[in-house]
Every structure is written in structure tokens, then in C-alpha cells.
């Protein structure tokens, strides 16, 4: 439930909400605002009447979240939610376009396409190093070695980096390297791990399960945000329908909707959405328009021989073309591109 106190409470009148609702065994969570105080009050709820807080001083009126998810909804958090990202922020008027391999391959690959993303206007680079490989006999990512080789790059390039995250036991490696944890399609419910990654404070992009329904996503989201890790983004990558001239069918209409539903950035991926180099661009452009807050783009400078996900690269060429429209769409609909760093700051 959601306890919402007087205009000008104390600080003493807070604190003593606080108490009562971990004397209920519920878990306090406060968003303070420059008017009003809000706090959650999360976790078994619906035995406690809502007449336990709205006698205590301080307290204007309490109403219960009617979704399953709490600290993911907008009930909850009213405003968009906003968060630094290494230099720039999501969620707020700026689009951030997350661009780079599907997985790394080397060092040599890393560098030249974090070089090449970050000139034509990426703002963060992308690279898995630990893979979700249908089959158990394609590549599976280099691992820490990879992770190594992205922080190289994020040191020539200053482009903060976000790579998949596949188990539990990774999370020492992974927050030590990495700006940003993704969790992949294939783990959107693996509990332990969405627990695991709440536990830290790294940002994460929670892709959506490729049979998940827009309530499942926001029911994982709200295990991270259940652990005290607010920066979460939500990412829509395309769902598996009955179609199958395309690799997955994006649903574009999640966007909006999640949007209504919840405060977190959303996030576009055109490349898992579509499968194919050709239908990206176009994906991308829909999504800026639909609303997105963010995407996350496959570029390779090879794609013909890429070690995963090749047919969905764009090269170089093409994703900076991408990023020319897609500022025009993001320009039409009252949002701009985060501005890239300036060439040469940030190198060397
Ligand atoms: C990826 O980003 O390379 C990836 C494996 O994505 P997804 O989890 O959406 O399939
Ligand atoms: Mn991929």
C-alpha cells in the first residue's frame, strides 16, 4: 500500500510511519518529493487494514496498489523515473542509443566497433561475454578475457559498457567490469539471479522473455527493485507469435503501454526484435516514435562474419544512418538524442 503523508510532515512524523510499517513486517520504501512524502509499504499487505496508518500523525490518506507490482508502478512512483548513466542520463527528455556486437569476439573487434559506434553518435557500447547459445556447441563468449578487452575499449572511447549477465556466480566479475547488467530473454525469470543483481547497485536492462506477457516483465522488474536497486531499465525485444517471416514480431504496443504502467525507462532492441539487418532501422524509428527512452542496437564491422547474430548487424555505415533518422523521429515527437561525447574527448 501506499501511505501518502501531509504536505510539510516532519522528518519525526516519517520516521514514525517508517516504524509502524516494519512493525507490520512490511518493507518501507520512501520517495521523498519536494511537496509530499510518499512510502510503499511492500510485502503482505492485505491483512493489515490501511485505518493503521491513516490515524498516525502526519498521514493524509492511504490507498492500496492495485497491481501485483509495487515499487515497478506508476501508482507508486507518479514521475518518469530518471538516472545517471556514466555521462548521461534515461528516462528523462534525451534518448541514449546502446550500440555494439551481439558478442565479442576480440580485441581487435571490440575496439574497432566501439570506435566506429561512438563516431556515428553511440553513447554507450554493448558486447555479450558470456552467451546464450541455443545450441551447447556455438560459440558461448569469451568471458572475463572479453570483459577485459570492453573495458579497454571504454577506456579509449569513454562509451560505459552493458553486457549479459547469465548466473549468480557471475556477479563479481560482471559489477566489477561492467556499467550496466543485462539480463538476456532467456533469464527474465530466473528469480535468483534478478534477486542476485538487486542486491548490487549497477544499473540494469531487463530484457523481456520471449513468451512473456508485459505484467510477467514488470513482476521481474519488481524482484530487482525489491532489493533496493532502483536503476532498472525495461527492455521490449521482440515476442515469439505465430509469424515467422521475422526473427520474433516487436511489439510495438508495449511500448506505450508500459509506459502508462510504470515510471522505468524503456528500452527498444530492433535487432532480436526483427532478426534482420534490413528491418532495424525502420523498428527503430517506430520505436522512438512510440516512445521509447532508449535502444540497443547489433553493429559489427563484419557482419558476414560475425561469431553470433550476424544477419541482424548493421555495419557501421548503416547504423549511422540509423542514428541520423532516428534523431529526426525523436526531434518530431518532442525528445532529442543524448549528444554524443565530442570526437577526441574521452580517447586515449
Ligand atoms: C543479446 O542481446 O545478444 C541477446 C541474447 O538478447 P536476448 O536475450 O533479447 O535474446
Ligand atoms: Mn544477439
Request: aromatic share 4%; proline share 6%; hydrophobic share 45%.
Amino acid at each position: 500500500m501506499m501511505i501518502i503523508m501531509q504536505p510539510g510532515a516532519t522528518q519525526a512524523q516519517i520516521d514514525h510511519v517508517i516504524e509502524h510499517v516494519e512493525g507490520r513486517h512490511l518493507s518501507p520504501h520512501a520517495i521523498v518529493g519536494v511537496e509530499q512524502t510518499i512510502i510503499g509499504a511492500v510485502g503482505e499487505s492485505h491483512s493489515v487494514p490501511t485505518s493503521v496508518f491513516e490515524t498516525l500523525p502526519g498521514v493524509l490518506s492511504v490507498t492500496r496498489i492495485s497491481q501485483p507490482y509495487k515499487l515497478a508502478s506508476r501508482q507508486f512512483h507518479p514521475e518518469n523515473s530518471v538516472f545517471p548513466l556514466d555521462g548521461f542520463t534515461i528516462g528523462g527528455l534525451e534518448i541514449p542509443i546502446i550500440a555494439g556486437p551481439c558478442s565479442v569476439e576480440s580485441r581487435t573487434q571490440i575496439i574497432e566497433t566501439a570506435q566506429a559506434v561512438r563516431e556515428a553518435g553511440a553513447n554507450a557500447l554493448r558486447g555479450g561475454v558470456f552467451k546464450p547459445r541455443t545450441s551447447p556447441y556455438a560459440f558461448q563468449g569469451m568471458g572475463e578475457e572479453g570483459l577485459e578487452y570492453m573495458a579497454e575499449a571504454r577506456a579509449l572511447t569513454g562509451l560505459p559498457i552493458v553486457a549479459e549477465i547469465m548466473a549468480v556466480s557471475q556477479v563479481p566479475v560482471m559489477v566489477k567490469y561492467v556499467d550496466v547488467l543485462q539480463i538476456g530473454a532467456r533469464n527474465m525469470q530466473n528469480f535468483n539471479l534478478l534477486r542476485a543483481v538487486g542486491d548490487t547497485r549497477t544499473p540494469v536492462l531487463l530484457k523481456r522473455g520471449m513468451s512473456a506477457t508485459v505484467e510477467d516483465l514488470l513482476m521481474a522488474a519488481e524482484y530487482i527493485l525489491a532489493g533496493g536497486n532502483e536503476r532498472v531499465m525495461l527492455c521490449e525485444r521482440g515476442i515469439r507469435t505465430f509469424e515467422t517471416a521475422t526473427r520474433n514480431t516487436t511489439d510495438i504496443n508495449a511500448v506505450p503501454v508500459l509506459k502508462s504502467l510504470t515510471h522505468l525507462p524503456v528500452v527498444l532492441d530492433p535487432s532480436h526484435s526483427t532478426g534482420h539487418f534490413n528491418f532495424v532501422a525502420a523498428v527503430a524509428k517506430a520505436a522512438v516514435a512510440a516512445g521509447a527512452d532508449g535502444l540497443i542496437v547489433e553493429v559489427h564491422p563484419d557482419p558476414a562474419h560475425a561469431m553470433s547474430d550476424g544477419i541482424q548487424s548493421l555495419t557501421p555505415e548503416n547504423f549511422a544512418k540509423m542514428v541520423r533518422q532516428v534523431k529526426a523521429v525523436a526531434e518530431a515527437v518532442d525528445r532529442r538524442l543524448v549528444t554524443p561525447l565530442p570526437l577526441g574527448e574521452g580517447q586515449g
